[in-house]
């Protein structure tokens, strides 16, 4: 079946550090990605995605490129804040399906 | 900008009660969705709703579970009779067309549920 595998959290680091988070999918297909943030004591909130191979989706200085060669999708920004401490989850749809696949999400904190 | 709400935050229910989870989509949204994450766990798809009628479910979302949408407003999901493994965060979402490429879900802030 369709998957999303994330790296494990929690992530640390101090503000202005360089952030990856890894995310990896398995799919029968071709499928469209996702990554969502969750706040503290707030909804998941899409924060960007990518419709197809090569292309990269990005918003309030995140980014993210679908490549499909290595069926990856990780999450990157050049200077964390401590107000991106969240946690923050990959997600997949497939063309044909109405319904997200999730990955476990991902513990970010963020130090001053 | 308009939000998904859902209440109560947290529900405290003993093990073999019933429990009713509320959420009002966003007004013109057509398509309503619920997930549930347990503590440590992915995000889980429970079930789709659409024109008055469930359109897709998992295998999660057995006899216990039921959903409906009473009124104009509000959609809500229904645990007959509780077990400690019901205990999770259920999220409600909604979307103005069918989730794909181009629409993404909106999603409520949860309802954290703990069956004792």
């Known amino acids: 079946g369709n998957s999303v595998t994330q790296m494990e959290g929690p992530v640390t680091l101090s503000e202005e550090a360089f952030l990856t988070i890894n995310c990896t999918y398995t799919a029968t297909g071709y499928p469209s990605l996702f990554w969502y943030v969750q706040y503290p004591g707030e909804g998941l909130q899409l924060l960007l995605k990518a419709t197809k191979a090569d292309d990269k989706g990005s918003n309030k200085g995140f980014e993210a490129t679908y490549r499909k060669e290595t069926t990856s999708f990780h999450l990157e920004k050049g200077s964390v804040q401590v107000s991106d401490s969240a946690v923050y989850f990959c997600a997949l749809i497939m063309m044909s399906g109405n319904k997200l696949v999730f990955g476990a999400g991902t513990i970010l904190r963020v130090k001053s | 900008e308009p939000e998904v709400t859902q209440t109560p935050s947290h529900q405290v229910t003993q093990m073999g009660q019933e429990v009713i989870l509320r959420c009002v989509p966003i007004s013109n949204h057509l398509y309503f969705y619920w997930y549930r994450q347990i503590l440590g766990q992915k995000v889980e798809f429970l079930v789709s709703?659409?024109?008055?009628?469930?359109?897709?479910k998992s295998e999660i979302f057995d006899d216990q579970f039921s959903v409906e949408r009473p009124d104009g407003s509000n959609f809500t999901l229904k645990i007959r009779s509780t077990k400690l493994e019901d205990s999770a965060m259920y999220f409600c979402?909604?979307?103005?067309?069918?989730?794909?490429?181009?629409?993404?879900?909106?999603f409520g802030n949860g309802t954290r549920l703990t069956v004792t």
């Open positions: 709703f659409y024109n008055n009628e469930i359109s897709e």
């Open positions: 979402a909604s979307s103005p067309v069918v989730v794909g490429y181009n629409s993404p879900l909106h």
